[in-house]
């Protein structure tokens, strides 16, 4: 960590305006008032980005009414602000969109990094390790069983799976959380993921963040931030409802992340040595963050590696006769990784190709300091172009092809230039979670069904929508199960 060469205002002359950005960062040309609004709302932004990237260099600026963002494209930016100088860039920017969707924020997601954010984060990190260091596996093999059963019982017809990922990525949460999982049919289920999936898609619309640059305009209609916040209503009272439930049991029902954090609903700080108790709020926020941090992203994650599996048939039936010939017809267990080479090969291949939170969660820098050599002043919003980092033609030969091999030895694949969950004091919280679910449900996939597209000419689009969550567009497909 470093904060090397950034100037200190002392205070006598902290009624001087702030500093600003280094004049000599490069960015594309500002119109009056809009500044770079227009880029910002381009269709599919994480490529947009890239491709401004390709001319201003892998750091540069954008405005945005009166806030100033970097924007960041290579790993090596990116790690140099998440991981090297973590306590400079660990802020979140207040929102007004984000306040009204984290309950002021509340959620360890959008809050801002202080001592109170950091023990809520240690606490919930250290509930989910208790409550998935015995069933993670077992979770996650029952609803990979599950989804099994639902793609057997299409019999071949041509289907859109995103519902039965979003379900199956959703009930290994709501087990974790609450212990309880439902049917792709149960209202209760249609009811939480209907509204948070529009909260996603909704709060990543332009007509909704224009609001946090120009207040102005919050006085105007806007019947999408209406509907955004009817949805957030809904979300409080199912969520609300599920807490009572588990409250009501006196969280006595053991192994869940709920009940282990009202067991342990104040600890010790290290550094203080002072009780910290987690509010109502927090709690509330908490479910809502692994539910919307853990649902779509794994569920979207799953849609991208069967569209390019549809277009790639040989790399199926590579992933297909590595599982056969490691495991002799069993199913893998996560420890069983290190054999199957291939298979991690096609997931990190995804991850780098589509990393699903393509630009991570806006970061904040909380002091002054500076990224490859250039001043960033406090309260600059840094934005880690994850999907960017990912197709840097310097770091990665042929970044647009789809390409597992590249991560086998010497196949021209940096592990460490790949960074989808993001780094440093805002690393995934999920991120172990996420990586065993991709791991289990791909090898259960790939051992019992063969992915083919409806028509040789109806293959999915692989550009795809890029909401706060970069996912597919719809396509169908027909699942053959294998002849084991
Ligand atoms: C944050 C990626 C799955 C919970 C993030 C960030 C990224 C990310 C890039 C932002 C990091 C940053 O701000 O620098 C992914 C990917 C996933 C995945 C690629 C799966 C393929 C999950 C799961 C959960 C989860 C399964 C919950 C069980 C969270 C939370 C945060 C977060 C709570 C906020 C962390 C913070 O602000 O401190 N994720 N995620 N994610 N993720 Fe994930």
């Given at each position: 960590?470093?904060?090397?060469?950034?100037?200190?205002?002392?205070?006598t002359?902290?009624?001087?305006?702030?500093?600003?950005?280094?004049?000599?960062l490069?960015?594309?040309?500002?119109?009056?008032?809009?500044?770079n609004?227009?880029?910002?709302?381009?269709?599919?932004?994480?490529?947009?980005l890239?491709?401004?990237?390709?001319?201003?260099g892998?750091?540069?600026?954008?405005?945005?009414?009166?806030?100033?963002?970097?924007?960041?494209?290579?790993?090596?930016?990116?790690?140099?602000?998440?991981?090297?100088?973590?306590?400079?860039?660990?802020g979140?920017?207040?929102?007004?969109?984000?306040?009204?969707?984290?309950?002021?924020?509340?959620?360890?997601?959008?809050?801002?990094?202080?001592?109170?954010?950091?023990?809520?984060?240690?606490?919930v990190?250290?509930?989910?390790?208790?409550?998935?260091?015995?069933?993670?596996?077992?979770?996650?093999?029952?609803?990979?069983?599950?989804?099994?059963?639902?793609?057997?019982d299409?019999?071949?017809r041509?289907?859109?799976?995103?519902?039965?990922?979003?379900?199956?990525?959703?009930?290994?949460?709501?087990?974790?959380?609450?212990?309880?999982?439902?049917?792709?049919?149960s209202a209760?289920?249609?009811?939480?993921?209907?509204?948070?999936?529009?909260?996603?898609?909704?709060?990543?619309?332009?007509?909704?963040?224009?609001?946090?640059?120009?207040?102005?305009?919050?006085?105007?209609?806007?019947?999408?931030?209406?509907?955004?916040?009817?949805?957030?209503?809904?979300?409080?009272?199912?969520?609300?409802?599920?807490?009572?439930?588990?409250?009501?049991?006196g969280?006595?029902?053991?192994?869940?992340?709920?009940?282990?954090?009202?067991?342990?609903?104040?600890?010790?700080?290290?550094?203080?040595?002072?009780k910290?108790?987690?509010?109502?709020?927090?709690?509330h926020?908490?479910?809502v963050?692994?539910?919307?941090?853990?649902?779509?992203?794994?569920?979207?994650?799953?849609?991208?590696?069967?569209?390019?599996?549809l277009?790639?048939?040989?790399?199926?039936?590579?992933?297909?006769?590595?599982?056969?010939?490691?495991?002799?017809?069993?199913?893998?267990?996560?420890?069983?990784?290190?054999?199957?080479?291939?298979?991690?090969?096609?997931?990190?291949?995804?991850?780098?190709?589509?990393?699903?939170?393509?630009?991570?969660?806006?970061h904040?820098?909380?002091?002054?300091?500076s990224?490859?050599?250039?001043?960033?002043?406090?309260?600059?919003?840094v934005?880690?172009?994850?999907?960017?980092?990912?197709?840097?033609?310097?770091?990665?030969?042929?970044p647009?092809?789809?390409?597992?091999?590249?991560?086998?030895?010497?196949?021209?694949?940096?592990l460490?230039a790949?960074?989808?969950?993001?780094?440093?004091?805002?690393?995934?919280?999920?991120?172990?979670?996420?990586?065993?679910?991709?791991?289990?449900?791909?090898?259960?996939?790939?051992?019992?069904?063969?992915?083919?597209?409806?028509?040789?000419?109806?293959?999915?689009?692989?550009?795809?929508?890029?909401?706060?969550?970069?996912?597919?567009?719809?396509?169908?497909?027909?699942v053959?199960?294998?002849?084991q």
């Open positions: 960590q470093s904060t090397a060469a950034v100037p200190k205002l002392p205070h002359l902290s009624h001087l305006p702030p500093p600003s950005l280094s004049p000599s490069p960015g594309p040309p500002t119109l009056p008032l809009l500044g609004m227009l880029d910002l709302t381009r269709d599919h932004l994480p490529i947009h890239t491709t401004l990237a390709r001319r201003y892998n750091i540069y600026r954008l405005y945005c009414g009166s806030t100033t963002m970097v924007i960041l494209n290579s790993s090596e930016v990116i790690r140099e602000a998440l991981v090297k100088k973590w306590s400079d860039f660990a979140r920017p207040p929102s007004y969109t984000g306040g009204k969707v984290s309950g002021g924020g509340w959620s360890i997601s959008l809050g801002d990094y202080s001592k109170g954010w950091k023990a809520h984060r240690r606490i990190h250290s509930a989910l390790h208790r409550c998935t260091a015995d069933s993670l596996h077992s979770v996650i093999e029952k609803q990979a069983l599950h989804l099994k059963q639902v793609l057997l299409y019999r071949e041509p289907v859109d799976l995103s519902e039965d990922f979003t379900v199956a990525a959703s009930n290994v949460i709501t087990t974790l959380a609450f212990g309880k999982s439902y049917e792709k049919s209760e289920l249609q009811n939480l993921h209907g509204c948070l999936n529009e909260i996603v898609s909704l709060w990543g619309s332009p007509w909704i963040s224009v609001l946090d640059s120009f207040p102005l305009l919050r006085r105007l209609p806007n019947p999408p931030f209406s509907r955004l916040m009817k949805e957030v209503a809904r979300r409080d009272e199912l969520i609300r409802d599920h807490l009572d439930e588990v409250k009501k049991g969280g006595k029902e053991g192994g869940t992340l709920t009940a282990s954090l009202l067991q342990h609903l104040e600890e010790t700080s290290e550094e203080t040595a002072q910290i108790t987690l509010t109502d709020t927090q709690m926020m908490t479910t963050d692994l539910l919307i941090g853990g649902t779509e992203t794994t569920a979207a994650w799953l849609s991208w590696t069967v569209a390019f599996l277009h790639r048939p040989e790399v199926q039936t590579a992933v297909y006769e590595e599982l056969f010939s490691v495991l002799k017809g069993q199913y893998p267990q996560y420890s069983d990784r290190h054999r199957l080479p291939y298979l991690c090969a096609l997931i990190n291949e995804m991850l780098r190709l589509r990393p699903v939170a393509p630009l991570a969660v806006p904040k820098a909380k002091r002054n300091s990224i490859a050599g250039y001043f960033i002043p406090e309260n600059t919003v934005i880690p172009n994850l999907f960017g980092a990912h197709h840097d033609p310097e770091v990665w030969t042929d647009y092809s789809f390409r597992p091999e590249r991560f086998l030895e010497g196949g021209g694949g940096s460490r790949l960074m989808p969950f993001g780094g440093g004091a805002r690393l995934c919280l999920g991120e172990t979670i996420a990586k065993v679910e991709l791991f289990l449900f791909t090898a259960y996939l790939l051992r019992d069904f063969q992915f083919l597209p409806e028509s040789p000419e109806e293959l999915p689009d692989l550009r795809g929508v890029a909401t706060v969550v970069l996912k597919t567009k719809p396509y169908r497909v027909i053959r199960p294998r002849a």
